[in-house]
């Protein structure tokens, strides 16, 4: 059977700057593998446990996962991508997104 994924998490903060580069980003993906989409505000716990942390194990927001329905939750994107001029580029984050799920996706189906 082939792997699905079974819900995007976004792990945000309202007042953070890249709060809707992410939304966004989120919101496609999950349109793209018609995958509910749940937000949650500085979950910092969640993040500890499944996002990227930085070498005192402290995580930060934003940061989107995806929980597979195997129960797997893989990082889709812990960080933006940004251009030669250090600004934001939605459609490579959305590439680099994607082939982080896809992958994710064709291990598990290879498992």
Do not use: C
Request: no cysteine; aromatic share 6%.
């Amino acid at each position: 059977m082939l792997s699905k994924v079974k819900k995007l998490v976004l792990v945000t903060s309202k007042t953070h700057p890249l709060n809707k580069h992410f939304t966004k980003i989120a919101r496609r993906l999950a349109e793209e593998f018609s995958a509910e989409l749940e937000i949650r505000e500085e979950d910092y716990m969640y993040l500890i446990k499944y996002g990227d942390t930085d070498e005192l194990g402290m995580a930060w927001v934003p940061q989107l996962l995806a929980e597979l329905d195997s129960g797997e939750v893989i990082k889709v994107l812990t960080q933006p991508n940004l251009d030669s001029q250090g600004n934001v580029n939605e459609d490579r984050d959305l590439q680099v997104s994607l082939e982080n799920i896809r992958k994710a996706l064709a291990k598990q189906d290879a498992a």
